[in-house]
């Protein structure tokens, strides 16, 4: 944190940045309400999952990423998204871990609605694939935290890993329900803009997109 000075200070003081994510299925306990649970993984500055939660009340939002100094950014995007529409920040926690190991942190009793995989890495190299959010062997990990019939939505700039990631999600028997070549160009509604997504934007790179359902009895 010796580049932002502020970060540590800011994080201690954010009750909604859980800094032990030892929490194993009892993140729905660590809201206020009982409610639906979407999940970002990689939210990096957090402005993605801020803007969800401060439009939807009714659903809460966890945001994970590896480093905790983004997540103090992350933090201040949150007070300003929810200061926009006057709103305590009461369904939105961030917490650091490597998501590559998520069940050390969350089991099915945490009983995920939605997950978000956002401008994930590409590890472009083949002996670095298994390292993608999006590789089969972190879909299996996400089986086991959502619900029937919970989605997963992920976004990338990056041709390869999307071709990739369809053939992923079909081989892990998630259904396809959206799918997208040019996100903004699409009919997709509520979308929000990630930082990366602003920045592969302003240079002119279509986003990609697909929505997927686990559904385990189909
Ligand atoms: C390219 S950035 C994208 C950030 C954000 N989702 C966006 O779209 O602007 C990828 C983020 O994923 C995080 N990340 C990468 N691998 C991770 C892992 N194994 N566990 C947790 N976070 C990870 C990085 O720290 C970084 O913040």
């Given amino acids: 944190m010796r580049n932002k000075p502020w970060a540590k200070p800011e994080l201690e003081s954010s009750p909604f940045y859980i800094d032990d994510p030892f929490h194993k299925g009892e993140w729905h306990q660590m809201f206020e309400r ?9 939210c990096g500055k957090g402005n993605f999952v801020a803007v969800h939660a401060a439009r939807h009340p009714e659903i809460n939002y966890l945001g994970m990423d590896l480093k905790s100094l983004v997540l103090a950014s ?9 200061a926009a529409v006057d709103r305590p920040i009461d369904n939105l926690l961030f917490t650091p871990y490597d998501i590559e ?25 083949e002996r670095q694939h298994k390292k ?14 959502l619900k ?7 976004k990338t700039d990056d041709d ?19 799918l997208t070549y040019d996100l903004h160009q699409s009919d997709f509604q509520d979308n929000v ?4 997504e602003e920045k592969f934007t302003a240079q002119n790179i279509p986003i990609k997109m697909l929505c997927a359902v686990w559904d385990q009895d189909s």
């Fill in 74 to 82: 992350a933090c201040r995007h949150a007070k300003a998204a929810f």
């Fill in 193 to 196: 803009m990630t930082e990366h």
């Fill in 34 to 42: 009982t409610q639906p649970l979407y999940l970002e993984l990689g």
């Fill in 101 to 125: 190991r998520i069940l050390d942190v969350m089991d099915e009793r945490d009983c995920v609605d939605k997950i978000y995989i956002n401008f994930c890495n590409p590890w472009p190299k």
């Fill in 160 to 178: 390869g890993l999307f071709a990739d990631s369809i053939q992923y999600f079909k081989d892990s028997g998630f259904t396809i329900t959206f």
């Fill in 148 to 154: 029937p019939g919970g989605q997963i939505e992920f």
């Fill in 132 to 145: 993608r959010l999006t590789h089969p062997r972190q879909l299996e990990r996400y089986k086991k935290l």
